[in-house]
């Protein structure tokens, strides 16, 4: 499932979270989720922060961009949450 992660600077201060749901709950993290269908990077990245912090930001060029995808032993796609 694409998602996105955001980091979003004020000099050199950077906006964390505190996820509220599992399965990162209570964990410090930066904003960002999965993306919504016929949404670009950038949108998602600026809803997501939106969101998570009320704070309404421009998103740039996207800097860094990975694929994961985790498999069981037996070669099944290992689902994350």
Known sequence: QP???????????????????????????????RLELGETLQEAAEREVLEETGLTVKAGQPRFVFDMVAKEENGRIKTIM
């Not at 050199?12 to 964990?27: C, F, H, N, Y």
């Open 3 to 33: 998602a996105v992660g955001t980091v979003c600077f004020k000099g050199e201060d950077v906006l964390l979270i505190r996820r509220g749901t599992k399965p990162l709950a209570g964990d410090w993290s930066i904003p960002g989720g």
